[in-house]
T-cell receptor, first 111, second 113 residues
Framework: GENVEQHPSTLSVQEGDSAVIKCTYS??????FPWYKQELGKRPQLIIDIRSNVGEKKDQRIAVTLNKTAKHFSLHITETQPEDSAVYFC??????????FGTGTSLTVIP | GAGVSQSPSNKVTEKGKDVELRCDPI?????LYWYRQSLGQGLEFLIY????????KSGLPSDRFSAERTGGSVSTLTIQRTQQEDSAVYLC???????????FGPGTRLLVL
């Protein structure tokens, strides 16, 4: 089955700096890659997703890039703010059947 | 509109007892997913439904776990003869179609003593 690895497990950045979280996947058939943000004690919420027919997608301060050849995808957050502090999860899926999640990255933005 | 809801929000049970967890998806969402999240860990996929059918049950940890969905809406996850290692947050998510965005419920926090 699919195996998703996520790095780093923890990340601290100064407010205003950029944060990058990377994930790799093993199954080349995976074609949908969502990213979720989970604040302490709350449910995961989708922040951005990308499908395998595009290489990059951007939404304001958040962007995701996908390299199908290397089987990795990354989340980029620019101009980080304290409210960006949370655990971020990547996931990979084959047409929405099973979803395989990374182990999460705990991001702390230091004011 | 109403989001995904789950009940109970918290459940404490004794080892060996059966528990039933409920998920009410967003109205009209055909796909429904169950996940397990242990403390400080990622999300472990358990099972998904497309309508009332569960095409792949291989994510269920053991035969003590079962799930069903009726009327293409409410789903229940049943854990029989609970063990302490079953303690976790059980999250449900639904999506309009399995290719669309998943929306998560608040989860059920299960503690097996």
């Amino acid at each position: 089955g699919e195996n998703v690895e996520q790095h780093p497990s923890t990340l601290s950045v100064q407010e205003g700096d950029s944060a990058v979280i990377k994930c790799t996947y093993s199954d080349s058939a995976s074609n949908y890659f969502p990213w979720y943000k989970q604040e302490l004690g709350k449910r995961p919420q989708l922040i951005i997703d990308i499908r395998s027919n595009v290489g990059e997608k951007k939404d304001q301060r958040i962007a995701v890039t996908l390299n199908k050849t290397a089987k990795h995808f990354s989340l980029h957050i620019t101009e980080t703010q304290p409210e960006d502090s949370a655990v971020y999860f990547c996931a990979a899926s084959i047409t929405g059947n099973q979803f395989y999640f990374g182990t999460g990255t705990s991001l702390t933005v230091i004011p | 509109g109403a989001g995904v809801s789950q009940s109970p929000s918290n459940k404490v049970t004794e080892k060996g007892k059966d528990v039933e967890l409920r998920c009410d998806p967003i109205s009209g969402h055909t796909a429904l997913y169950w996940y397990r999240q242990s403390l400080g860990q990622g999300l472990e996929f358990l099972i998904y439904f497309q309508g009332n059918s569960a095409p792949d049950k291989s994510g269920l940890p053991s035969d003590r776990f079962s799930a069903e969905r009726t009327g293409g809406s409410v789903s229940t996850l049943t854990i029989q003869r609970t063990q302490q290692e079953d303690s976790a947050v059980y999250l449900c998510a639904s999506s309009l179609d399995r290719k669309e965005t998943q929306y998560f419920g608040p989860g059920t926090r299960l503690l097996v003593l």
